[in-house]
């Protein structure tokens, strides 16, 4: 079978091409990919090419397919894995393979390291070794993107789950968040902040009292504040206060104030800066966990430390990045009792944007940039359907399912997009 993918050769190098596919071996599945979400590691990945982690040293003569938020149909199961897997059904992956002995290693992972897997791709090759890891989970829920997006999801689910607390006199850590506790998300509402404010205002178990999201860009807070509301969160018995960090004359003070003057038992930093990360240092409370969630380009990256208070006031500091196969199930269960993550997604594209959006993500506002890999489409924010509704039916008619869903993506609107995009009645 003929795929059409994003390849990538090298730094920058990202190649849209059509190829041939091998038969599929006894202990592998082919599947169609629908749709797939851009996600900045793999920008990091392209930016660096071989020299990145997860990337084979010999990418150059034997490409990879890069994307590893998506979501699609099987198609083909090898007779392996025909007694859990069957034609028909929709999947989603968890890309961290935490296994010992793979082709590059314990940091492989489709869409870094794997010639016939990738989000990217109209068809892919699924490895025995994601099977064999329980990385291929069977979706059960309605369209495909909640699928793509659970796979982002799992990553603040996981950074939640890492974060710790102690108690004195003892050295058994108590893994989570402070249920009942105080949380600051710094810089939270970009794609991930999103994500992570949608789950913990979601969750029924282990959630703070006190939800404070700063960012210093108005208007984007004013979004999330539209899509995830203080009521919506009162409702949930929390009190979420969306703030300005920019209008502040002294951040540090007015966010302790904020907290009742305790400072805050959970920090989140979602952007690599410096200031962002000292400014969650500062607001720690007693015992408070800062968790570094931004992965920063730079690897000399640093920020100041206050380390009196790691002694006398036992705050501490994690990072993670990337979630579990654990976390994605929770991600999936999660989304089964009515969590949406349409807030994340504002651009819209086809396979033939992805080169060039990968390449420039950083520079390209919003959040999420869904893909849908069968569609010849420019990469384009939901809030220009409109306008272009004005010329171009198609896009009229998807403006206006946009807009019964207050603006957002939704099951309505791919469904509507696989099944009238002018890109796909040529076929």
């Known amino acids: 079978m003929k795929t059409r993918a994003v390849r990538l050769y090298g730094k920058k ?38 020299d990145h982690k997860r990337i084979p040293d010999n990418v150059a003569e034997y490409p990879i397919i890069i994307g590893h938020e998506f979501s699609g149909e099987l198609l083909e199961v090898g007779s392996k894995w025909a007694d859990k897997f069957k034609a028909g059904d929709k999947f989603s ?12 290693g314990i940091l492989s992972a489709p869409g870094y390291s794997y010639p016939y897997i990738g989000g990217d791709a109209t068809y892919v090759i699924i490895p025995n070794e ?3 890891q329980d990385c291929l989970l069977v979706y059960h829920g309605e369209g495909y ?14 950074a939640m789950h890492a974060n710790y607390h102690t108690t004195p006199g003892s050295y058994q850590h108590k893994m989570e968040i402070v249920d009942g506790g105080k949380m600051a998300i710094l810089a939270g509402v970009g794609p991930m902040g999103l994500a992570a404010i949608n789950f913990v205002l979601r969750r029924e178990e282990v959630k703070p009292s006190l939800l404070v999201v700063t960012d210093i860009d108005q208007s984007r807070l004013d979004r999330a504040a539209s899509i995830y509301t203080v009521e919506f969160a009162a409702s949930r018995g ?27 038992d959970d920090v989140f930093v979602f952007a690599p800066v410096r200031p962002v990360v000292e400014q969650g240092d500062a607001i720690l409370a007693f015992d408070g966990c800062l968790n570094f969630f931004a992965g920063p380009d730079n690897p000399n990256f640093s920020a100041m430390l ?27 269960e999660i989304m089964s009792k009515g969590l949406d993550p349409a807030g994340l997604v504002t651009h819209i594209g086809g396979l033939n944007a992805v080169a060039e959006a990968t390449n420039n993500l950083p520079h390209i506002p919003g959040g999420k940039k869904l893909i ?23 896009f009229r008619v998807l403006a206006e399912i946009c807009d019964r869903h207050n603006g957002l993506w939704s099951v ?12 796909l009645q040529k076929r």
């Open 412 to 423: 309505e609107a791919e469904t509507y997009l696989l099944s009238n995009h002018p890109s």
């Open 306 to 332: 206050n380390f009196y208070n790691v002694h006398y006031a036992y705050t501490h500091i994690v990072g993670t990045s990337g979630g579990n196969k654990d976390d994605m199930v929770e991600a999936l």
């Open 93 to 104: 992956i968890q890309p961290a393979l935490y296994y010992e002995n793979g082709p590059v």
């Open 238 to 264: 929390i009190d979420l206060k969306y703030v300005n960090t920019g209008k502040m004359e002294n951040p540090v003070e007015e966010l302790k104030a904020i907290s009742g003057g305790t400072g805050f």
């Open 145 to 158: 993107y909640p699928a793509s997006l659970s796979e982002p999801l799992s990553c603040v689910i996981g």
């Open 13 to 50: 190098d990202l190649r849209l091409e059509e190829f041939e596919l091998p038969a599929i071996k006894d202990d592998e599945i082919l599947a169609k990919v629908v749709s797939d979400s851009l996600c900045m590691s793999s920008y990091k990945a392209s930016s660096q090419g071989a």
């Open 372 to 394: 849908y890999t069968h569609v010849e489409m420019p990469l384009t924010p939901i809030s220009d359907f409109a306008k272009l509704g004005e010329t171009d039916g198609f």
């Open 130 to 132: 994601v099977m064999e």
